[in-house]
Structures are given as C-alpha cells and as structure tokens.
C-alpha cells in the first residue's frame, strides 16, 4: 500500500485523486486492531508448527495455479511455481527450526507468502480477462510485479533497474 502512495507522489496523499489514502489508514487501522506485524507473524508461525496450516493454503494456491492455461503465461506460470516451492522450503525451514532462529525469519517468509499468493492472484485475473478474450493492462501490472517482487534487482548494480524504473515511468 505504501508502495501505491510512493509511486502516485503527492497526489497519493490527496483523497480527491485517489483513494489510497483512506485504504492505507484503514490497513494501518486493522493491522493495530489485529495486533502488531510481529505478533501476527508469532501466531503463523505457531500455526506452522503446531497446525500445519501452511500445507492447505499451498495446495490451494497450487490448486489456483492450475487454472492459469494461457500459452502466453507459461513464464509467469513457471516463475509462480518456483515460488510456491521456495515458500514451502522456507515454511518448513523456520517450521523446524530453533526459536531464534524462526523469529528472525518468520516476517519475511510470511512477506513472500503475500507475495506468492498476490501473484498467483494477479496471474488468475490477467488468465480471466484473456479468457474472455479483453485486452488488459493486467500484463503490465504482472511484469512490474515479476520486476519488482520476483526478480529484484540493485538499482545502482544493474541495468535491471534501469529497466523496471522506464517501466515504472512509462505507466505513471
């Protein structure tokens, strides 16, 4: 969410152009109400360990990923499938590990759950809107996702960057 606000400036701060605002305030809200990140991301990790929760939501997002049959998101496919299993990997390690350990590394593993679960849903959507035979956007908000979330790169290292910040610029 923050993300959103940063790439619209100032204008997403400005509720008449956008209504970021008010979803980055209630999400701040509902994160507060729920409890802080940390204590959310204690209680995964407890759900881990003593429920196994983690395997029904893998086989549901695996399950989803079976839908996506569009020739032409057989990368993004692919790439979605890679990271249901390096979340998987990463669930089990910090599943079985020592407490310090775990605690260290449960965020960011529940971070790349969100991401996983966000891309298998964006890839749902961009195979729906193809389906139906639309022309969509939604290839461009998946590319820029893989850019960003999958595919990473060192602005300062890789010319990469260079291309994910000419992608940004092109769609603002």
Request: charged share 30%; proline share 3%.
């Amino acid at each position: 969410m923050r993300d959103g606000i940063e790439v619209l400036g100032g204008n997403g701060t400005i509720e008449e152009f956008s209504v970021l605002p008010r979803l980055y305030r209630d999400a701040i809200v509902l994160e507060s109400w729920e409890g802080t990140h940390n204590t959310l991301c204690a209680q995964v990790l407890r759900d881990f360990r003593q429920r196994n929760l983690h395997r029904p939501w893998l086989a549901e997002l695996r399950a989803a990923l079976e839908g996506v049959t569009q020739e032409s998101l057989r990368d993004h496919r692919a790439r979605a499938a890679a990271l249901l299993e390096e979340v998987a990997r990463r669930i089990e390690r910090v599943a079985g590990a020592e407490p310090a350990f775990a605690e260290r590394h449960i965020r960011f593993v529940v971070d790349r759950m969100c991401v996983a679960a966000a891309f298998v849903a964006l890839l749902l959507e961009l195979e729906w809107d193809l389906a139906q035979g639309w022309g969509s956007d939604k290839a461009q908000v998946v590319e820029g996702f893989r850019m960003l979330h999958l595919d990473p790169t060192d602005p300062m290292e890789s010319e990469g960057a260079s291309e994910l910040q000419r992608f940004i610029s092109s769609t603002i």
